[in-house]
DNA sequence: TCTATCTATGAAAACGGTTTCATGATTTCG
DNA sequence: CGAAATCATGAAACCGTTTTCATAGATAGA
């Protein structure tokens, strides 16, 4: 592999004139600049990045951090920010912490090691306080995820509103008995925000909450068809269910279908995210607008970065739709 | 941030015997170990990567090339190969080619400027030869994707075979009118091989192929909506569709239900994958080992950085499932 | 015309580690 | 007991850039 060296060698320069050739400074000669460039072409030169790296101090790389990639909420959250990204220049580190607190204070040394300029978290699995002392050694931005004691950007959605909105739907249309189902992480204030949601339009209405229809621990389509069977099982059942994610909502109905119930008639669900397969099987939901929350939150995080900001709560809050289809 | 010379100071020795510890090299006593251990934990300490990567000429980091994240046989793979990867201390940076040449070509860049220690390519958008010369900077590997000219290690799946299986199922419950419906990528011999395969068993069952039913340019659920309305438009239709991933198939018959046509009754219908939307709606399918193509690939990748192994041709094939469902 | 500023270039330092080489102490072995 | 091998450590070179500093010529302003 050539150097910068090779290259001044060829050229009959410095290796400064030619570092400034690379990075645009001024102060060079069109004709240095031309036998530079042609020497970089002769030699098929490209600068070695960790040699720059190490000199700069940066490494034009962020890290995001997501459960599970497969989870199609966070795909599309990822594909927006891999592109982004990579139309300023930067690359993006995937880590999935698989819901573990380990692996995401794993991951954490990436920021340490200054493997990563910054790092956007989509989730939180240990307390704020664990991953605090890490804001010394870069930028970290919060998507998704929100949280009280985090003194950094974040892009997130009112899922106090979003919830609140999905009941009201259920309850307009004609519901008292409804259920909630949703996933649980303690450490997390979309799940409890959610909650909240939920009972503040169930008790505008005068209904009140029922501990025995507060389901938890549900992610995933098969947890909807676990979610399904522990329904059938009550003896007094609700008519509507609220869940937390469309895969929840589609393992719900699947199973419910297998049974022979009639959706909604037997039981309305309401989904939560809007994703592709909401469209494919006409679940009622509501729509979080993932691509304008990565986007935006890309963006910070490039800028924080490049312009040093100091890190501050500085709360971007977008909004939710809810998308009507055939499940309620 | 401490560097190695903070620490050697602290602990009253070279950077030389600290660095020794950090990389567990023998001939250092229990004593100086104790002594730079305690510094490190004093100062906080830790390497740097930049400086380190650039010392030791490699990355700890590989890149995966794949169309897009959203598309879930994608991101499963990318799912296992992360977690495997980050089990053996690497990481990993998603590319994302948005079947762009040109993105392709960005990307290889990275090889070349020496960010990632090798890569492996889940689809290609350009010829082999645009490809090749990048293996001078480190080894490429394909995983799924496969290419005759390519002399790089390959896991990947017979699609004839597949092809085959799909469209012998689809004989074998009756039909004979059957339509064949993929994408088209022209650098890419999934898509030819898989449409070898369909032709092979039809020509076995003495079915002559026709044109007015080979379809192409589906990837997504839109796609196998417009391909619907294409086969509902027809004069003369076929019966059953062979599709080259669940989304188009999943797509096709959402759309056939629109249209109120029975599935598999007025057109059967047979996916690619075994997504979970697969099962979800009851799609009969072709069950890709993406976990196992995923795993071996990073695996004979990380074994290949770590032993220098030339590159070299080598094939690893694995096997095709057919997934039986109520849409056949 | 003389000085201040701007332009253009290169030598050397710096980034923070790991590796090579040299050296002395200690152990092993014939 | 002497030579060879092993153990333990540090100085210095090295990885390949960018940045600082120094220098000199060209230009502008008074």
Redesign the interface.
Known sequence: ?ATIQDVAKLAGLSRTTVSRVINRHPYVTDEKKRLVMNAMEELNY??????R??RK?Q?E?IAVYVP???N?FF??M??VM??YA?DRGY??????T?YSRN?EI?YL??L????VDGLILTSIENEWSSIEPYMN?GPIMLCNEYNDQAQVPTVYLDQIEGAYIGTRHLIEQGHTRIAYCSGDNHASRVASDRYTGYKKALEEAGIVPREDWFLTNAYS?DDGKRVFNDIAKMNDRPTAVFTGSD?VA??IW?EALNHKWDVPNHLAIIGFDDQ??A???GLTTIRQPIENMGQQAMELMIDSIQHKLPSKKKEIKLDFELVKRRST
Do not use: F, H, W
């Open positions: 592999m490209v600068p070695n990045s960790s040699a790296r190490l101090q490494t790389t599970r990639i497969t199609p795909s599309q990822v594909e891999g592109n990579s690359q993006l580190i995937l880590c999935q698989s692996q794993n040394e990436l340490k090691t200054k493997q050694y389509i895969e589609a393992g699947k592709p397969v469209d494919l099987i």
